[in-house]
């Protein structure tokens, strides 16, 4: 790395100046020495006075006093904040990932070591000098906004701030992609609106305080920039591309957005690698690295230092406590204020079926106050996409599904989750950024109503939460993992050959580039019969395809023992999806109703939005609407064959491509019914495990006797939004009519289901006019 003079800040002192140098080593002392010679011979009028400082943050007293001592001398004075800055090189690995846990400067070298590099090659290491700030200004910033209590106080507050002078300079010449919190401990406790705020707290004391600080404690060494995005680079790629796919477009504007706010970076969470992915993508980028949170329970092992040091921020599992409540609100805070970037999971979890859970807001509140509190201008939450062509986590999450358990977290879990990375090839990796969301617009100015209106900041939160999700859906890319595997689903487990399944597809992909819905190379190549053979070869072994060779030609289909994984895949394009099927199941509704069809086709879209809510994500409703009616726009006088009812509206679904609804939906409606189906006669008060381990049972019984029509209805993880969406229909309150209602609203999801069969019917008999048509010209 070159770095040039041109590059550093040149103390330039007019009368005096007390030069506050940081070294600690012969070599060093030795290069402040030249330095200072140099100053003296370029400013022979100026009073130049020296204070060396230890390399730690504690000074001995001796050293504090003398500082006092000094800082007394004139109020005119500038401090010249000064060290020696070691450019990155020369270290073993070893001896860097040794000094990475524990806490030393990763890229400065052993003080034996510094006369050698430097004799070998002396533009390894240079005198660099921070901003000068006169005691006056110091002080009154001092005054401002800290408790202000004594000279040696204001000692350890001039240091800080001579510390972080240093680290912006040194910052200018590594670049964004380095800059991390620092001193955030002795900052905090020393600030007068910390102290304040802990006196309020029933038995809170500093030294408690100080301990859950140390618990939070995150940074970024400069090592760690280096080391831990190449270690994440090393495991991902043992089975992923190696080119993580970004779209430059949206890079490029987030550095711009990054430049002017601090943001949050809310990823979507579909696997333990977005933790590695996302430093990875902010440092191949050269942008500001992130401070993830993460639950306490990744702390074992080394894991823990490595992990605090490189920006990840351990908090506790439960918030019950008043103080670590406090001290969290105000660690976040700061981190905003010095404008450092925070990032976590917008679900809070992994999505164990693939789409996207409800956000949580928990840390967005924290966010939101300090921006309320008007510690910045504006806060950004920059959403993030994340997704995979395939995960071999997958084989965990149908465990899950069945009713497993979660295996926690350990040294042996990690050596297992690495190692499973080099199982096969799971394709790309890819990233998306799109435009972030604004808490100003929607929290109003700081300091402003919100601040007092908890109900209006929690709907404007839950606004905020909303839109980031939405806009992490619509630039996900659509991959042809998921569309082979919604395919192969919705057969039942009948295999399909190459042709077909490529003459299937083809409905989609149209669907999908007339909605100018993103999609990967993979799924673009679905146009052709190689694309496909592609995808289906990379599926196959029971991932989750399985390939049945011997015949006249191979054949592939999903066991049923693979079916929740093959979900898992589909899942993460049913967005796209979405509103088309439900078009589909309403027109088959009205078609049957009694009325007005084109009244009843309404009140069944909405119906059905209102039902999947807890599942999917879905514009507001008059949104939505517009969105029906525009898909509805591709079908020739749609309205018109609406309102006539009957004939016309089967005739429409005939015409109708895709007719998709129950590959995509056809699932959780079948959830929804089992669920709705055990609570018949069930006490309204039974626990959600209980309802679970019910609905798991009678499920099996259903497979077994086709009563439902695969086993992924039969999944744990459904199950628990579909009892959601009972306990939002007050099926399990007590009330007289209980038991007509849970079983009027088992009625309703059977002729959901029933609509949904008609539409597979008529997609059935669509896919036989494409076969027919394939035929040779008298072909049997």
């Given at each position: 790395m070159k770095v040039t003079a041109e590059s550093l800040h040149r103390?330039?002192?007019?009368?005096?100046?007390?030069?506050?140098?940081?070294?600690?080593?012969?070599?060093?002392?030795?290069?402040?020495?030249?330095?200072?010679?140099?100053?003296?011979?370029?400013?022979?009028?100026?009073?130049?006075?020296?204070?060396?400082?230890?390399?730690?943050?504690?000074?001995?007293?001796?050293?504090?006093?003398?500082?006092?001592?000094?800082?007394?001398?004139?109020?005119?004075?500038?401090?010249?904040?000064?060290?020696?800055?070691?450019?990155?090189?020369?270290?073993?690995?070893?001896?860097?990932?040794?000094?990475?846990?524990?806490g030393r400067d990763t890229y400065r070298p052993p003080k034996l070591l510094q006369r050698g590099i430097l004799r070998k090659d002396p533009s390894r290491a240079r005198v660099v000098a921070g901003e000068p700030a006169k005691v006056s200004e110091l002080r009154q910033n001092w005054s401002d906004t800290t408790v202000a209590e004594n000279p040696r106080d204001f000692a350890r507050f001039v240091m800080r701030r001579a510390e972080l002078a240093i680290e912006r300079v040194e910052l200018r010449l590594l670049g964004p992609e380095y800059k991390s919190p620092r001193l955030v401990k002795p900052e905090m406790l020393a600030s007068a609106r910390f102290r304040e705020g802990l006196e309020k707290i029933p038995g809170a004391t500093i030294e408690d305080a100080g301990a859950m600080l140390d618990e939070l404690a995150t940074g970024w060494s400069r090592f760690s920039v280096d080391l831990i995005p190449t270690l994440g680079r090393a495991?991902?790629?043992?089975?992923?591309?190696?080119?993580?796919?970004?779209?430059?477009?949206?890079?490029?504007?987030?550095?711009?957005?990054?430049?002017?706010?601090?943001?949050?970076?809310?990823?979507?969470?579909?696997?333990?690698?977005?933790?590695?992915?996302?430093?990875?993508?902010?440092?191949?980028?050269?942008?500001?690295?992130?401070?993830?949170?993460?639950?306490i329970n990744l702390s074992f092992g080394f894991m823990g230092p490595l992990m605090r040091r490189s920006g990840i921020i351990f908090i506790r599992r439960k918030l019950d406590d008043p103080l670590y409540k406090y001290v969290l609100r105000q660690f976040v805070g700061y981190i905003v204020e010095k404008r450092f970037n925070l990032s976590w999971a917008i679900e809070g979890t992994r999505s164990r079926t693939g789409k996207m859970l409800p956000p949580k807001l928990g840390l967005l509140a924290y966010v939101a106050d300090a921006y309320l509190d008007g510690r910045s201008d504006d806060i950004l939450l920059q959403p993030v996409?994340?997704?995979?062509?395939?995960?071999?986590?997958?084989?965990?999450?149908?465990?899950?599904?069945?009713?497993?358990?979660?295996?926690?977290?350990?040294?042996?879990?990690?050596?297992?989750?690495?190692?499973?990375?080099?199982?096969?090839?799971?394709?790309?990796?890819?990233?998306?950024?799109?435009?972030?969301?604004?808490?100003?617009?929607?929290?109003?100015?700081?300091?402003?109503?919100?601040?007092?209106?908890?109900?209006?900041?929690?709907?404007?939160?839950?606004?905020?939460?909303?839109?980031?999700?939405?806009?992490?859906?619509?630039?996900?890319?659509?991959?042809?993992?998921?569309?082979?595997?919604?395919?192969?689903?919705?057969?039942?487990?009948?295999?399909?050959?190459?042709?077909?399944?490529?003459?299937t597809l083809q409905d989609s992909l149209d669907y999908l580039e007339r909605k100018q819905t993103p999609m990967t190379n993979s799924a673009l190549r679905l146009r052709t019969l190689d694309g496909v053979r592609a995808a289906v070869d990379a599926l196959s072994n029971g991932h989750p395809i399985t390939r049945v060779d011997g015949g006249r030609e191979p054949v592939w289909r999903i066991?049923?023992?693979?079916?929740?994984?093959?979900?898992?895949?589909?899942?993460?394009?049913?967005?796209?999806?979405?509103?088309?099927?439900?078009?589909?199941?309403?027109?088959?509704?009205?078609?049957?109703?009694?009325?007005?069809?084109?009244?009843?086709?309404?009140?069944?879209?909405?119906?059905?939005?209102?039902?999947?809510?807890?599942?999917?994500?879905?514009?507001?409703?008059?949104?939505?609407?517009?969105?029906?009616?525009?898909?509805?726009s591709w079908l020739d006088d749609w309205e018109n064959n609406?309102?006539?009812?009957?004939?016309?509206?089967?005739?429409?679904?005939?015409?109708?491509?895709?007719?998709?609804?129950?590959?995509?939906?056809?699932?959780?409606?079948?959830?929804?019914?089992?669920?709705?189906?055990?609570?018949?006669?069930?006490?309204?008060?039974?626990?959600?495990?209980?309802?679970?381990?019910?609905?798991?049972?009678?499920?099996?019984?259903?497979?077994?006797?086709?009563?439902?029509?695969?086993?992924?209805?039969?999944?744990?993880?459904?199950?628990?939004?579909?009892?959601?969406?009972?306990?939002?229909?007050?099926?399990?309150?007590?009330?007289?009519?209980?038991?007509?209602?849970?079983?009027?609203?088992?009625?309703?999801?059977?002729?959901?289901?029933?609509?949904?069969?008609?539409v597979e019917h008529i997609a059935r008999r669509q896919f036989v006019a494409r076969e027919l048509d394939r035929r040779p010209a008298g072909g049997g």
């Amino acid at each position: 790395m070159k770095v040039t003079a041109e590059s550093l800040h040149r103390v330039t002192p007019t009368d005096a100046a007390l030069v506050l140098a940081s070294v600690d080593s012969p070599a060093e002392v030795h290069m402040l020495d030249d330095w200072l010679g140099q100053q003296r011979r370029e400013h022979p009028d100026a009073r130049i006075e020296v204070l060396q400082l230890p390399a730690d943050d504690d000074p001995p007293p001796a050293v504090l006093a003398r500082l006092v001592e000094l800082l007394d001398v004139d109020e005119d004075r500038s401090v010249v904040p000064v060290r020696v800055f070691w450019i990155p090189g020369g270290l073993p690995t070893r001896s860097k990932v040794v000094s990475l846990i524990s806490g030393r400067d990763t890229y400065r070298p052993p003080k034996l070591l510094q006369r050698g590099i430097l004799r070998k090659d002396p533009s390894r290491a240079r005198v660099v000098a921070g901003e000068p700030a006169k005691v006056s200004e110091l002080r009154q910033n001092w005054s401002d906004t800290t408790v202000a209590e004594n000279p040696r106080d204001f000692a350890r507050f001039v240091m800080r701030r001579a510390e972080l002078a240093i680290e912006r300079v040194e910052l200018r010449l590594l670049g964004p992609e380095y800059k991390s919190p620092r001193l955030v401990k002795p900052e905090m406790l020393a600030s007068a609106r910390f102290r304040e705020g802990l006196e309020k707290i029933p038995g809170a004391t500093i030294e408690d305080a100080g301990a859950m600080l140390d618990e939070l404690a995150t940074g970024w060494s400069r090592f760690s920039v280096d080391l831990i995005p190449t270690l994440g680079r090393a495991i991902f790629s043992r089975g992923f591309d190696p080119n993580v796919d970004y779209d430059r477009a949206e890079v490029e504007a987030m550095r711009v957005a990054l430049e002017n706010h601090p943001a949050v970076l809310l990823f979507s969470h579909r696997s333990y690698l977005d933790g590695v992915i996302v430093p990875v993508a902010m440092q191949e980028n050269r942008l500001p690295p992130v401070h993830t949170f993460g639950g306490i329970n990744l702390s074992f092992g080394f894991m823990g230092p490595l992990m605090r040091r490189s920006g990840i921020i351990f908090i506790r599992r439960k918030l019950d406590d008043p103080l670590y409540k406090y001290v969290l609100r105000q660690f976040v805070g700061y981190i905003v204020e010095k404008r450092f970037n925070l990032s976590w999971a917008i679900e809070g979890t992994r999505s164990r079926t693939g789409k996207m859970l409800p956000p949580k807001l928990g840390l967005l509140a924290y966010v939101a106050d300090a921006y309320l509190d008007g510690r910045s201008d504006d806060i950004l939450l920059q959403p993030v996409s994340i997704s995979f062509d395939q995960l071999h986590e997958t084989a965990e999450y149908a465990a899950y599904a069945r009713g497993a358990e979660k295996t926690p977290e350990g040294l042996s879990w990690l050596y297992n989750f690495i190692k499973a990375q080099g199982d096969r090839n799971y394709g790309k990796i890819y990233v998306r950024f799109p435009e972030a969301v604004s808490m100003r617009k929607y929290l109003g100015e700081p300091h402003g109503p919100m601040t007092e209106d908890q109900a209006a900041k929690r709907l404007a939160m839950q606004k905020m939460a909303f839109e980031v999700a939405w806009r992490i859906l619509r630039v996900t890319p659509v991959n042809a993992t998921g569309l082979v595997s919604a395919l192969l689903l919705s057969t039942r487990g009948i295999a399909l050959t190459l042709d077909q399944l490529h003459h299937t597809l083809q409905d989609s992909l149209d669907y999908l580039e007339r909605k100018q819905t993103p999609m990967t190379n993979s799924a673009l190549r679905l146009r052709t019969l190689d694309g496909v053979r592609a995808a289906v070869d990379a599926l196959s072994n029971g991932h989750p395809i399985t390939r049945v060779d011997g015949g006249r030609e191979p054949v592939w289909r999903i066991a049923p023992e693979d079916e929740h994984e093959a979900a898992f895949y589909r899942n993460t394009l049913i967005h796209a999806f979405m509103e088309t099927s439900i078009i589909d199941l309403s027109l088959a509704h009205a078609a049957r109703a009694d009325g007005d069809p084109l009244e009843a086709f309404w009140t069944q879209a909405m119906r059905l939005r209102d039902l999947l809510k807890f599942d999917f994500y879905f514009a507001d409703s008059m949104a939505f609407r517009e969105h029906i009616a525009e898909e509805l726009s591709w079908l020739d006088d749609w309205e018109n064959n609406v309102a006539a009812g009957g004939e016309r509206i089967t005739t429409m679904l005939r015409a109708k491509r895709p007719l998709i609804a129950g590959a995509m939906l056809r699932p959780f409606f079948e959830a929804y019914e089992i669920v709705a189906d055990v609570l018949q006669g069930a006490s309204p008060e039974i626990s959600e495990k209980d309802l679970t381990t019910l609905a798991l049972g009678v499920g099996r019984q259903y497979v077994a006797q086709e009563r439902v029509h695969s086993n992924e209805s039969v999944s744990a993880l459904l199950f628990t939004t579909a009892r959601q969406v009972a306990a939002d229909q007050h099926l399990l309150e007590p009330s007289a009519d209980l038991d007509e209602r849970r079983e009027a609203f088992v009625a309703e999801l059977r002729g959901i289901l029933r609509n949904m069969s008609e539409v597979e019917h008529i997609a059935r008999r669509q896919f036989v006019a494409r076969e027919l048509d394939r035929r040779p010209a008298g072909g049997g």
